[in-house]
């Protein structure tokens, strides 16, 4: 059976009622596990993490976009993260029994009806793209939802599903792709300066590491670095949170904590098959919350999926 992982950030972090809601559409539609959610008020941004079989997954996604669109009006929306749409981004991950080909033809089907039934702009992106311009995100959501509603009307604008203009729940940026950390680092500081030159350094555009993906933003009074990382086997996490250490003492500073956004797989934080390690090597990483549901692999496990150890 195809197993596939759905990570859908919604453009909404301080309403219990609107999250509430949103929970529920997902796990309402049917043979899906909701994995994890989480919320944060300073980015106004919610993440939901839910698995099951590709069919199922998508019919959930659809129901959580519909109801983000319900709810959510973009033209009120204020927060640090960048964002285009109240679904902002839809991203289909394959886990078992599935390639990333296939994962990119359901997420284009998922695309289409979004744009057909829902009537929003579509627009995707990494391994679903429909060009070479739209696979990165960063490059589909420059300028986000102000600046989509003035020139989504220009030919390389147009969306690749759904209307050519935008109404308060923006557009929705769907794909396909491998597994991902979104992994944030704060520091002892305010000046979101040092966070800035941070995360210029770890840049993979930049020279710095592989599929790394940085801002340096102000959250809850802290600088943070906020980080994606794409190629969660090429890089090592320890090594990119000793960098930021390293450089955050020579600018006079130091890492306060770091935050998971959803989960990671169980190899990109050690090889070691037992759970006492997985525990170390989070504190290593500054994470003194973490738990071990923030594993995908158990957390899988805990909802009745069993998909193995992921990666190489």
Not at 73 to 81: K, N
Not at 228 to 249: C, G
Request: hydrophobic share 45%; net charge negative.
């Amino acid at each position: 059976m195809a197993i596939l992982e759905c990570i859908p950030n919604f453009s909404e972090g301080r309403d219990p009622i609107i999250l509430e809601a949103l929970r529920q559409s997902i796990i309402q539609a049917g043979d899906v596990a909701l994995l994890h959610h989480a919320a944060d008020p300073d980015h106004h941004r919610a993440v939901y993490t839910f698995a099951g079989e590709a069919s199922a997954v998508c019919e959930a996604a659809y129901r959580a976009v519909g109801t983000a669109a319900q709810y959510i009006d973009l033209t009120r929306h204020r927060g640090v993260h960048p964002r285009m749409g109240a679904t902002d981004v839809l991203p289909l991950v394959p886990l078992k029994d599935i390639s990333l080909t296939e994962c990119a033809d359901y997420a284009r089907a998922l695309g289409e009806r979004i744009g057909r039934d829902l009537a929003l702009p579509v627009y995707l992106y990494e391994a679903a793209a429909s060009r070479p311009e739209r696979v990165n995100l960063a490059d589909v959501r420059r300028g986000g939802y102000e600046l989509l509603r003035e020139n989504i009307s220009l030919p390389q604008r147009q969306p690749d599903f759904g209307p050519a203009h935008v109404g308060p729940a923006g557009a929705c940026i769907v794909g396909a792709r491998d597994l991902l950390i979104a992994f944030n680092v704060f520091l002892q500081t305010s000046d979101v300066s040092i966070a800035q030159a941070i995360a210029r350094r770890l840049r993979g555009a930049n020279g710095g590491y592989t599929g790394v993906k940085a801002l340096g933003l102000l959250v809850e009074g802290k600088a943070q670095v906020s980080m994606n990382i794409t190629q969660v086997w090429a890089v090592s996490l320890a090594q990119i949170v000793a960098d930021i250490q390293q450089q955050a003492q020579a600018a006079h500073t130091e890492i306060d904590h770091s935050e998971l956004i959803g989960l990671m797989p169980w190899r990109t934080l050690t090889h070691a098959m037992h759970e006492d390690a997985l525990i170390d090597a989070a504190h290593g990483l500054h994470l003194g919350d973490f738990t071990l549901r923030r594993v995908l692999e158990i957390a899988l496990h805990e909802a009745g999926s069993d998909v193995g150890l992921l990666g190489p």
